[in-house]
């Protein structure tokens, strides 16, 4: 069965500075990686994914990740936080194996602070 | 539609009452899916939908859960004899098919609370 690990609840950082939340995942095969965002009583809005190619993925909003297979990561970074980056962000695999659901990890909410 | 739509986006209700939540999913989008985010929690997986049929129902809590979706369009989550374990944010998401690795886009959910 796949699964997806963030191991921080909550990630402070001050506004400005790199900010980085990490994800590991457990899939046989290769994976279909995803980050998603949410913002309070919204829903979860698409980050960037990670197929096949590059291991570092660009996507919304100047975030980027990092695929690497050998450490089964796909840690999600940003050079420069805004305060307005701070929400929930979740991981997310995709078993290329079979069936169309995503495995969510349990979330980390960023705090990024002036 | 622009986005993925859900009604109502609050429901209460009181125990043992049925529910029925509806998402109308991106015009075009052939999967449909349904999860369940409780307070705190990452996101539980419900069910799948490919067009009408749904081949994949293996997140469905109990048998008092289920779902249907008509027309490739509107999907509709219905709870009966709702418990307070219930109780949590039912989130809908649409994908297109075609591509591989197509992002799920979601709804803003419907936050349901059984007293």
């Known amino acids: 069965a796949q699964s997806v690990a963030q191991p921080e609840d909550q990630v402070n950082v001050a506004e400005g500075n790199p900010l980085t939340v990490k994800c590991t995942y457990s899939?046989?095969?290769?994976?279909?990686l995803f980050w998603y965002v949410q913002y309070p009583n919204r829903g979860l809005q698409f980050l960037l994914k990670?197929?096949?190619?590059?291991?570092l993925v660009k996507g919304s909003y100047g975030f980027e990740a990092e695929f690497n297979k050998s450490q089964t990561s796909f840690h999600l970074k940003k050079p420069s936080a805004l305060v307005s980056d701070s929400a929930l962000y979740f991981c997310?695999?995709?078993?290329?194996?079979?069936?169309?659901?995503?495995?969510f990890g349990t979330g980390t909410q960023l705090k990024v602070e002036l | 539609g622009a986005g993925v739509s859900q009604s109502p986006s609050n429901k209460v209700t009181e125990k043992g009452k049925d529910v029925e939540l509806r998402c109308d999913p991106i015009?075009?989008?052939?999967?449909l899916y349904w999860y369940r985010q409780r307070l705190g929690q990452g996101l539980e997986f419900l069910i799948y939908?490919?067009?009408?049929?749904?081949?994949?129902k293996s997140g469905l809590p109990s048998d008092r859960f289920s779902a249907e979706r008509t027309g490739e369009s509107v999907s509709t989550l219905t709870i009966q004899r709702t418990q307070q374990e219930d109780s949590a944010v039912y989130l809908c998401?649409?994908?297109?098919?075609?591509?591989?690795?197509?992002?799920?886009?979601f709804g803003d959910g419907t936050r349901l609370s059984i007293l």
């Open positions: 998401a649409s994908s297109a098919q075609g591509q591989v690795g197509q992002p799920q886009h």
């Open positions: 899939v046989s095969g290769n994976p279909y």
């Open positions: 990670y197929i096949t190619g590059d291991n």
């Open positions: 997310a695999v995709r078993d290329r194996g079979g069936g169309n659901k995503l495995t």
């Open positions: 015009s075009g989008h052939t999967a």
């Open positions: 939908f490919q067009g009408n049929s749904a081949p994949d």
